[in-house]
């Protein structure tokens, strides 16, 4: 059995606008597990990068520790890329993105990466509004370690072995709208007509953007008694609205009747276009969607779509009022202006 990549592919593939085809946009051979949600996810993004034109080398793609950390290998092989330790990505992330906020960072992590040892960052992150777009896959264990309950596992789930979880779940998406998130949204890896529009919605939000994806986990976490189960959520799903990312470039339409749908939209002039299913849905009003998460984690459904979304809060960039050119592109003068420039800004304070 060969586990390389076959290079050729048919001369007349499409491209996108750039004259890149998808496999472009393509990484190394999957050796996640077959059937792994995880890898459903990879093929989303490769399609969001594809169809948004967008060129590999300007994405940076950071990772942790995990069967999802392991991903980032399988997708945008020409971009940059850091695999840091057990829950230390957003640390990398803050630091690569204060050094040059001219990269797209893709921050890709777990339920086990980000929801224990990685909490923290997690938080933290949040709270600086780093311009990130940070896809969780989550599956309720430790897929890596032989499927142990992870922190975002239901009470009463049941998992491969037998033994029902004691403990109450931590909700990402639900936490990220406390910590003050200004993009919130969940989906599932098997619903790639919800996924891809979130990412490019995400990837074009200025700050940061958390798609909490439930990504099942076949070996360890898909069994009856497992609330992180393929069937499970396919049973449970609630969605908030049917969602359509509009390019800027094309014309905006509206394809629902009015008093139906509402156009979000985004500091590149692009849309996310939403279709209300949920009565009464504002994906505007922070309360509400901290409410109906809640409600829906009593109900034990899985809420999907776009949660909520602000446009108007400044990233950490301009909280901090940083410079705009890379750190690595300073030269001399601006880093050591001299004694004149020093005494100025010493008699401003005087």
Request: hydrophobic residues 40%; glycine residues 10%.
């Amino acid at each position: 059995m060969s586990f390389i990549r076959p290079t050729f592919r048919h001369p007349d593939l499409p491209t996108n606008k750039i004259g890149y085809s998808r496999q472009d946009y393509e990484g190394a051979l999957s050796t996640l597990c077959a059937g792994c949600g995880h890898d459903s996810v990879s093929g989303a993004i490769i399609q969001a990068c594809f169809d948004m034109a967008i060129e590999p080398h300007r994405v940076a793609k950071l990772s942790g520790i995990g069967c999802s950390s392991k991903t980032p290998a399988y997708f945008l092989n020409n971009s940059h890329g850091f695999n840091s330790v057990h829950g230390r990505m957003p640390s990398v992330a803050t630091g690569a993105n204060l050094a040059n906020r001219d990269l797209m960072y893709l921050g890709i992590s777990g339920d086990g990466d980000s929801a224990s040892i990685g909490m923290g960052q997690f938080v933290h992150a949040i709270r600086r509004n780093l311009n990130i777009t940070y896809i969780l896959m989550n599956n309720g264990c430790y897929g890596l370690t032989k499927g142990q309950d992870s922190a975002t596992a239901d009470v009463g789930s049941v998992n491969k072995s037998g033994h029902a979880n004691q403990f109450s779940a931590i909700d990402m998406a639900g936490l990220a709208l406390e910590m003050g998130a200004t993009f919130v949204a969940r989906s599932f890896s098997g619903d790639k007509h919800q996924l891809i529009p979130l990412i490019k919605a995400a990837m074009s939000h200025p700050g940061f953007a958390l798609i909490d994806v439930v990504s099942p986990c076949v070996t360890f976490n898909n069994n009856p008694g497992s609330t992180k189960s393929y069937d499970y959520t396919r049973d449970h799903i609630e969605t908030t609205a049917a969602m359509d990312y509009v390019p800027y470039q094309s014309e905006i339409t509206a394809a629902y009747d009015e008093g139906n749908s509402v156009d979000v939209a985004l500091h590149d002039g692009s849309f996310i276009q939403l279709h209300k299913l949920s009565p009464n849905w504002n994906p505007f009003d922070r309360h509400l969607a901290m409410n109906r998460v809640f409600e829906a984690k009593v109900k034990g459904e899985v809420l999907t779509g776009l949660i909520f979304i602000d446009q108007n809060h400044p990233d950490l960039h301009a909280m901090l009022d940083t410079v705009a050119t890379p750190l690595n592109q300073l030269e001399q003068r601006n880093l050591v202006p001299g004694a004149g420039v020093l005494e100025g800004i010493n008699a401003g304070w005087r």
